[in-house]
């Protein structure tokens, strides 16, 4: 049977060959995975690519062991890692210092952010991680930038709502990380990126337009809404202080997390440091994320909140929801 190969394979393949770092050739390797027809013709070439893309993963984690110190390689800490993007002088800075206690540099000239900063977002019993990146634009990003897009949990991509050229800002934004395979393009089956066989995974993202503050920036979001209505885009001013709840509440959502509470038996419960969970997770995801010996230990729980009544027993797969209070009884 013919490979039947499409253009766009033989496009990634290029970038393969064109690719100079370890980290080139998997994005290259998994972008042709992505897009190679699947059927019994490709089965060979599939499994070649699969070979390649593991031997060059097991080779860049030999790597990672003996490099010295990466600046881009933020290490996620919190209930989330929140990554924000954008062009020089959109307003990242500022609003990371808006939402956290770090001391990042806010300046009115470009590129005041060399290497990535980071801050904690309380909210809702839980800290969320800030991080705030380096410029880039249509030339190009600062080597290691893309890497801590995506690493991170969700994407915040930062536009200047005040500026005359934040549609065409937004636009090649947009443009170059979609190209970048950060996000997925607009209009592509959620299937298309074909995770379970390439282990890449886009990175869920929000427009956040900022500086609202200013005179022309309603009408700038007008026309911007009014052509792109497909965009979703959440609105702030950080001299007013101006959609930081609704920010923070759509960050959470977006994270998909949940907060679940403990209790010790016939104690009253922990209602301070909650537990941060997957929305999905379960009983048993739970127990493992306190102690990996607990989901062998576990004879039962009980729960209040989600069950139909409070203190009702729950199976061990049963789904936990936000807010959700469980007390864990032990062998």
């Not at 989330?80 to 300046?107: D, F, H, I």
């Amino acid at each position: 049977m013919a490979a039947n190969l499409t253009p766009q394979y033989y496009a990634a393949e290029e970038e393969y060959k064109k690719a100079t770092t370890v980290e080139e050739k998997i994005e290259a390797l998994q972008e042709m995975l992505s897009v190679i027809p699947k059927h019994k013709g490709t089965e060979k070439l599939q499994g070649d690519l699969k070979r390649r893309l593991s031997k060059l993963k097991e080779e860049g984690q030999k790597k990672s062991k003996t490099a010295t110190y990466n600046p881009f390689n933020v290490e996620k800490q919190g209930a989330g890692q929140v990554v924000l993007a954008g062009y020089p002088n959109v307003g990242k800075s500022s609003l990371v210092a808006s939402l956290t206690r770090a001391k990042v540099k806010v300046a009115e000239f470009p590129f005041t952010t060399a290497i990535p900063a980071t801050g904690m977002m309380p909210y809702k019993d839980v800290s969320i991680q800030l991080v705030d990146t380096p410029p880039f634009n249509a030339d190009g990003a600062p080597t290691g930038l893309l890497n801590t897009f995506k690493r991170g949990d969700l994407l915040l991509v930062v536009i200047d709502a005040g500026s005359d050229n934040c549609l065409e800002e937004l636009e090649e934004t947009l443009d170059f990380l979609q190209e970048k395979r950060v996000i997925r393009p607009l209009g592509e089956n959620s299937a298309a990126d074909a995770e379970v066989d390439t282990g890449r995974r886009y990175i869920p993202y929000r427009i956040i337009a900022t500086k609202m503050d200013l005179p022309q920036s309603r009408e700038n979001l007008e026309i911007i809404r009014e052509l792109k209505p497909e965009l979703s885009i959440l609105t702030i001013s950080t001299r007013l202080k101006d959609g930081f709840l609704e920010l923070k509440q759509t960050v959470f959502d977006d994270l998909e997390i949940i907060r679940v509470y403990t209790k010790a038996p016939g104690k009253e419960p922990d209602l301070e440091t909650p537990f941060v969970l997957k929305r999905g997770e379960t009983v048993i995801d739970l127990a493992y994320s306190i102690h990996r010996d607990f989901p062998d230990r576990l004879k039962n729980a009980r729960l209040w909140g989600s069950s139909k009544f409070d203190g009702q027993a729950v199976a061990r797969d049963y789904v936990l929801e936000d807010g959700d209070i469980v007390e864990l009884n032990l062998a």
